[in-house]
């Protein structure tokens, strides 16, 4: 992969429907300022994630990532409780994304069954993932660029719209951006901000896929931190753009914030079809996501494999060097994750979601951890200036992707709405930790003999 389709994968897992529907909902609760606020915090916390795993996947890009990382500078088995959160967290998405593309497409064929498109874009994804690794690249090049420029789109007309240098109709807010402090700066206190930011942390979750792709990168000193840069700056560009427009258009009373602030504010402009618009970006940002998730989810598997973790064969390459059997297994726990929302939705899908929500959190901590310790090994049998890539303020910038993950982890617990995600999460991260413990420390050595050549195989492979 070169410079560009590692920005598209990023830009893939991040943007989700979460920015087109979510920031609505904090405006009304957290006002456009706090939102803001809330949004800007979350990317100071990514880009410093995003500047340690960089450091670690220049020095070592590896499939891996953060699994190679934490096995390999903190624990063997923080890194293989890691690999299943992160796989786990991407299964989950595509179950659910899979049935909201179905429920999407019944707009316009209202007659098809919802599963019949499910199986339809899940056909797409298997086959687009198991073929030449470019055709995955310039399918992921392609959805992403789209749903970008969509909100590049949306973010210019709003713009002219809020100048008032095109006419909107049934405009009733303040011009010139007045109406994101008409109500004050905070109009309901910094406690909603302070739970806006919990959310909007993770919001940019997916940035992290850049370290996942790192082994089939081209080189990678040069296009991750290029790669990172850019992903960054359009992502905050584009996140805080579109919660600016909502919140200068849209009064904090407007039902359309916490439903369709899009097709609401496309529809002022006089945008023709701009529901069967926004419907269509929808489901263009949900297969993006979904695919860039199943490539991501199924490079775990590999890496679990590859580690003697699991057995040796969900490590199995196609002729194009591409994991089949990650893939398979990740296709089969979508499925599962889309059947368990439909027949357990308050139950088992109740906790898959939190265990989702948890991963997150969980990944960035280790990232951090990882290169807090891999720059102590380091520094003690090599030159810092012989690193290709350093990530700045060290070690003040992991310690604070920690100490700021931790928080959150914290703020969790006291937000009822979001505490499930612990109560589930930590127990789970605790079972399969102690399971590596238990089973795969004895077993781990018989199987890592045998299949470290068909790792190194892999590796060349890829790169």
Same mark, same amino acid.
């Given at each position: 992969?070169?410079?560009?389709?590692?920005?598209?994968?990023?830009?893939?897992?991040?943007?989700?429907?979460?920015?087109?529907?979510?920031?609505?909902?904090?405006?009304?609760?957290?006002?456009?300022?706090?939102?803001?606020?809330?949004?800007?915090?979350?990317?100071?916390?990514?880009?410093?994630?995003?500047?340690?795993? #960089?450091?670690?996947? &220049?020095?070592?890009?590896?499939?891996?990532?953060?699994?190679?990382?934490?096995?390999?500078?903190?624990?063997?088995?923080?890194?293989?409780? &890691?690999?299943?959160?992160?796989?786990?967290?991407?299964?989950?998405?595509?179950?659910?994304?899979?049935?909201?593309?179905?429920?999407?497409?019944?707009?316009?064929?209202?007659?098809?069954?919802?599963?019949?498109?499910? @199986?339809? %874009?899940?056909?797409?994804?298997?086959?687009?993932?198991?073929?030449? @690794? #470019?055709?995955?690249?310039?399918?992921?090049?392609?959805? #992403?660029?789209?749903?970008?420029?969509?909100?590049?789109?949306?973010?210019?007309?709003?713009?002219?719209? !809020?100048?008032?240098?095109?006419?909107?109709?049934?405009?009733?807010?303040?011009?010139?951006?007045?109406?994101?402090?008409?109500?004050?700066?905070?109009?309901?206190?910094?406690?909603?901000?302070?739970?806006?930011? /919990?959310?909007?942390? %993770?919001? *940019?979750?997916?940035?992290?896929?850049?370290?996942?792709?790192?082994?089939?990168?081209?080189?990678?000193?040069?296009?991750i931190p290029k790669a990172s840069r850019r992903t960054l700056v359009l992502l905050i560009t584009l996140f805080i753009g579109a919660i600016l427009i909502m919140g200068a258009l849209l009064a904090p009373s407007d039902n359309a914030l916490a439903t369709s602030p899009f097709v609401a504010i496309l529809g002022q402009a006089g945008i023709p079809g701009a529901a069967d618009i926004m419907n269509a970006i929808l489901i263009?940002?949900?297969?993006?996501?979904?695919?860039?998730?199943?490539?991501?989810?199924?490079?775990?598997?590999?890496? /679990?494999?590859?580690?003697?973790?699991?057995?040796?064969?969900?490590? +199995?390459?196609?002729?194009?060097?591409?994991? !089949?059997?990650? /893939?398979?297994?990740?296709?089969?726990?979508?499925?599962?994750?889309?059947?368990?929302?439909?027949?357990?939705?308050?139950?088992?899908?109740?906790?898959?979601?939190?265990?989702?929500?948890?991963?997150? &959190?969980?990944?960035?901590?280790?990232?951090?951890?990882?290169?807090?310790?891999?720059?102590?090994? *380091?520094?003690?049998?090599? =030159?810092?200036? =012989? @690193?290709?890539?350093?990530?700045? /303020?060290?070690?003040?910038?992991?310690?604070?992707?920690?100490?700021?993950? @931790?928080?959150?982890?914290?703020?969790?617990?006291?937000?009822?709405?979001?505490?499930?995600?612990?109560?589930?999460?930590?127990?789970?991260?605790?079972?399969?930790?102690?399971?590596?413990?238990?089973?795969?420390?004895?077993? +781990?050595?018989?199987?890592?003999?045998?299949? #470290?050549?068909?790792?190194?195989?892999?590796?060349? =492979?890829?790169?």
């Amino acid at each position: 992969m070169n410079t560009n389709q590692l920005i598209a994968l990023s830009l893939g897992g991040v943007i989700g429907t979460g920015i087109f529907m979510s920031p609505g909902y904090f405006i009304k609760s957290a006002g456009a300022i706090g939102t803001v606020i809330a949004y800007l915090i979350g990317a100071i916390l990514v880009c410093l994630v995003m500047q340690c795993l #960089s450091e670690l996947s &220049v020095h070592q890009p590896t499939t891996g990532a953060f699994h190679d990382y934490a096995n390999q500078y903190i624990n063997p088995g923080v890194g293989f409780v &890691v690999a299943w959160l992160y796989w786990l967290t991407w299964t989950i998405a595509l179950g659910s994304n899979l049935l909201t593309m179905g429920v999407l497409m019944q707009r316009w064929f209202p007659q098809e069954p919802t599963w019949l498109w499910c @199986l339809f %874009f899940g056909l797409i994804m298997f086959i687009l993932n198991i073929g030449n @690794l #470019s055709w995955f690249s310039k399918s992921e090049s392609i959805t #992403s660029w789209v749903k970008t420029f969509a909100l590049l789109f949306f973010i210019v007309i709003g713009f002219l719209m !809020v100048t008032r240098l095109i006419p909107g109709h049934h405009i009733q807010t303040a011009a010139n951006f007045g109406e994101l402090t008409k109500n004050g700066w905070f109009p309901h206190g910094i406690g909603p901000i302070l739970a806006t930011v /919990l959310t909007a942390n %993770f919001a *940019y979750s997916g940035a992290e896929m850049i370290g996942v792709a790192a082994g089939e990168t081209k080189n990678p000193e040069k296009s991750i931190p290029k790669a990172s840069r850019r992903t960054l700056v359009l992502l905050i560009t584009l996140f805080i753009g579109a919660i600016l427009i909502m919140g200068a258009l849209l009064a904090p009373s407007d039902n359309a914030l916490a439903t369709s602030p899009f097709v609401a504010i496309l529809g002022q402009a006089g945008i023709p079809g701009a529901a069967d618009i926004m419907n269509a970006i929808l489901i263009i940002t949900l297969f993006s996501a979904s695919n860039a998730g199943v490539f991501a989810a199924s490079r775990m598997i590999w890496s /679990l494999a590859d580690k003697g973790e699991i057995s040796p064969k969900f490590g +199995k390459l196609s002729r194009h060097g591409l994991p !089949v059997y990650g /893939l398979i297994l990740t296709m089969a726990g979508g499925a599962l994750s889309l059947l368990s929302s439909i027949y357990a939705a308050q139950t088992l899908y109740l906790a898959l979601n939190a265990l989702s929500a948890f991963a997150v &959190v969980a990944v960035w901590i280790v990232i951090a951890w990882a290169q807090l310790n891999f720059r102590k090994q *380091y520094q003690k049998e090599h =030159d810092i200036k =012989d @690193l290709k890539y350093k990530a700045p /303020l060290y070690p003040l910038t992991p310690i604070v992707v920690i100490i700021a993950c @931790l928080a959150s982890i914290i703020g969790i617990g006291f937000d009822p709405n979001q505490r499930i995600a612990l109560i589930i999460g930590v127990p789970f991260s605790l079972f399969l930790y102690g399971y590596y413990q238990i089973f795969q420390t004895k077993s +781990k050595g018989q199987h890592h003999h045998e299949f #470290s050549r068909l790792g190194q195989t892999t590796e060349d =492979d890829f790169i």
